[in-house]
């Protein structure tokens, strides 16, 4: 009896799933950043965002794809789509400040490029209900990434370099970032992840492996396991 109670409440567990919403930052008419090679930013993140959700679904968790349409243009529409989710993940790729970009011809096309940068971030706010938690889910995030060998990014908190940011965990690539809006108006924890630097010519080449997007994908999956958002 009390093993068919709990063969019953497994699967129940396993049928449910945690629901975690996963946020494609920007769209296509808004589309980011512009990568070394000429692609867009959304591109990228729709492209990781999916390869995420299958890691998560894959772990039993239930993702919200949060525009992957690419239709999704007003940023305060985002996050009453993530009802019901534990934790919000918005997903991005960075870039630099216009002015340290050089320029070099990609298949008979000018492209800037900015091969000083490098590296993941993650972001947090303050102005979220639920900072500490998104904090410690941002470095356990952070953590794995850096155990799958990516390395964190520092210019964005360098007043020159990058916008001077704040660090919340520097060993783990995590910056406070109060007034980001998806941040700030998610009902549950949240972090922003820029995954690389895609005007960085090598870099961008390595986050568009399908290899690649897996590790990250998996490093994921085990930070929010390991600030227990994942059971
Ligand atoms: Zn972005």
Not at 31 to 60: D, K, Y
Not at 200 to 226: C, H, P, W, Y
């Amino acid at each position: 009896m009390k093993r068919s109670i709990l063969i019953t409440a497994l699967l129940l567990a396993a049928c449910s799933g945690t629901r975690i919403a996963v946020d494609v930052g920007h769209s296509k008419l808004h589309p980011g950043a512009t990568s070394s090679r000429g692609v867009s930013e959304f591109e990228f993140n729709s492209t990781l965002a999916r390869v995420v959700a299958q890691e998560l679904r894959r772990e039993g968790a239930t993702p919200i794809l949060i525009g992957i349409d690419g239709k999704m243009d007003d940023l305060h529409a985002r996050t009453p789509h993530a009802k019901g989710a534990k934790f919000y993940l918005s997903i991005h790729h960075d870039s630099s400040k216009d002015e340290y970009f050089s320029t070099w011809e990609w298949h008979g096309k000018k492209e800037n490029y900015a091969d000083q940068f490098s590296g993941f971030s993650l972001f947090v706010s303050r102005k979220n209900p639920y900072p500490e938690k998104s904090l410690e889910c941002a470095s356990a995030i952070g953590a794995r990434l850096m155990k799958a060998g990516f390395a964190p990014s520092t210019y964005h908190a360098d007043k020159v370099l990058g916008e001077g940011r704040e660090w919340a965990d520097e060993k783990h690539g995590v910056y406070w970032f109060d007034n980001l809006v998806v941040l700030k108006t998610a009902t549950q924890p949240a972090a922003l992840l820029e995954a690389g630097v895609i005007v960085n010519r090598k870099e961008e080449k390595m986050l568009s492996t399908d290899e690649t997007r897996r590790k990250i994908a998996s490093a994921v999956r085990a930070g929010l396991f390991d600030c227990k958002i994942l059971p």
